[in-house]
């Protein structure tokens, strides 16, 4: 076999494998497209339907509906003495899922506040049904760390019994070392939060239970008026 037959048949085979190759990817792209368009569906079929009238539109207002996980992020009104804001989040499709709160400038409680930086604080709570426990979590601001990204400070979490109303795990991480961070980088630190380096705020257990009961009679007042309005 010459050279040039060797050659020409080398571009036969070339020319046979790019058109496998280019059914290939068109059947590939046809498969892929009907996909998509049954992915689509399914999720139009399998998505709630939910009622866009008025009265619903009301209804549904200072709510945020996932859709994915089917979790309502509805913010809570009338709650300007307790805290700056309140979401209750549950589940909208009633599953049986533990409901929480999420708490920015709790106001209520002064071991969360600090002088120069006031009721400036976030955190949440919940109930964890399945163990009947109450669990707790508060940032409470001391100022700003480079690269935070959040709200810094000292932070305290506990866990309460609900059927004897005893904490049974507690811990109380300090702020950040503001004055170190100062030395490093005194144009990211704010003057004020230097004093709080390190800073612990240790609650007595008397005080987290009283925390504790008053997060849990409000989440019960929250889920009591839900199931009136329901029925």
Do not use: H, W
């Not at 339907?49 to 200072?62: I, Y």
């Not at 804001?85 to 409901?99: E, H, L, P, T």
């Not at 604080?121 to 959040?150: D, H, K, Q, R, W």
């Amino acid at each position: 076999m010459s050279i040039k037959e060797i050659e020409i048949k080398g571009k036969i085979a070339k020319t046979i494998l790019v058109l496998i190759l280019t059914c290939l990817i068109f059947s590939g792209c046809k498969n892929t497209e009907g996909d998509i368009e049954k992915t689509e569906s399914d999720i139009e079929t399998d998505m709630p339907e939910l009622d866009t009238s008025e009265d619903n539109d009301q209804e549904l207002s200072g709510k945020i509906i996932d859709g994915t996980t089917n979790i309502i992020n509805e913010v809570i009104e009338d709650n300007s003495e307790i805290a700056e804001r309140i979401d209750y989040i549950y589940d909208y499709n009633g599953n049986d899922r533990d409901s929480s709160l999420y708490i920015a400038g709790l106001k209520i409680f002064e071991e969360f506040s600090t002088e120069e930086f006031g009721y400036c604080n976030e955190g949440s709570v919940g109930i964890n049904s399945a163990e009947n426990i109450l669990e707790f979590y508060i940032t409470t601001s001391t100022g700003l760390m480079p690269a935070s990204g959040s709200i810094t400070g000292p932070e305290v979490r506990f866990k309460m019994d609900l059927d004897t109303n005893e904490i049974i795990e507690k811990e109380f991480t300090p702020a950040p070392n503001y004055a170190e961070a100062a030395e490093r980088s005194p144009e990211y630190i704010n003057p004020d939060s230097i004093q709080y380096s390190e800073k612990v705020i240790e609650l007595s257990d008397e005080q987290l239970i009283e925390i504790g009961l008053y997060f849990k009679e409000y989440i019960m007042e929250i889920e009591n008026s839900k199931k009136e309005t329901q029925d």
